[in-house]
Each structure stands twice: as structure tokens, then as C-alpha cells.
């Protein structure tokens, strides 16, 4: 499966920004979706995961309450919803794949996003 992140940007602190990610290939609903982050000189970490079909989600102490994960399974796309956003939350963020909810093999291109305080 091929995956696509976009919605990345700069925005001040407390903003909000929705990020994407387009999948194309294989069975979209067959993949349980997360989203990771690098911020920069730092290693990538998980953000949040959703499940294949959008019934349970998991997010990082760091996020929780913040931002919230959804997906679109017609549409093969699963969204990064951030509000209140940090100067912290500052990273590069990946939308990855796992068919079996424990190791994503497939990773989209990034995209940046920059909090400014």
C-alpha cells in the first residue's frame, strides 16, 4: 500500500491544523493506521493508532485529549485531527500501516509541521 501525508504547515501555538493521509494499493480496511512523529534532532515516536475499522483508537500521554484520530475507510484516508497544538508538538508526522496492529511496514513521505510560539 502506498501512503500519502498532507495538511502540514506552520501555526502558532494554541491553532489547529488536519493532517491527511491517502492510501492507494490494497485494501485500505484491511490496515490498522498510526501516526508517528520526529521532531527535529529527536527519534520518531507514535502519536496515536486507530483500529481497521475506526472502533478503538490509542494516543500517546503527549497528545491525549488533544488531537484525535478518524479515518474514512470508502475513501482510504485517515485523518490527524491537532488542536490546541504546542510548540512541542513541532515534528515531522508519518501515517504508517500494520496489518496486525504491532508492526508498520508501510510509511508515507512526511509532512512538516511547525508550531510557533
Known amino acids: 500500500v502506498q501512503l500519502q501525508a498532507s495538511g502540514g504547515g506552520l501555526v502558532q501555538a494554541g491553532g489547529s491544523l488536519r493532517l491527511s493521509c491517502a492510501a492507494s494499493?490494497?485494501?485500505?480496511?484491511?490496515?490498522?493506521m498510526g501516526w508517528f512523529r520526529q521532531p527535529p534532532g529527536k527519534e520518531r515516536e507514535f502519536v496515536g493508532r486507530?483500529?481497521?475499522?475506526?472502533?478503538?483508537?490509542s494516543y500517546a500521554d503527549s497528545v491525549k485529549g488533544r488531537f484525535t484520530i478518524s479515518r474514512d475507510n470508502p475513501k482510504s484516508t485517515v485523518y490527524l485531527q491537532m488542536n490546541s497544538l504546542k510548540p512541542e508538538d513541532t515534528a515531522v508526522y508519518y501515517c504508517?500501516?500494520?496489518?496486525?496492529?504491532?508492526?508498520?511496514?508501510?510509511w508515507g513521505q512526511g509532512t512538516e509541521v511547525t508550531v510557533s510560539s
Open positions: 486507530i483500529s481497521w475499522t475506526g472502533g478503538s483508537t
Open positions: 504508517a500501516a500494520s496489518s496486525n496492529d504491532r508492526v508498520y511496514v508501510y
Open positions: 494499493g490494497r485494501t485500505f480496511s484491511s490496515y490498522v
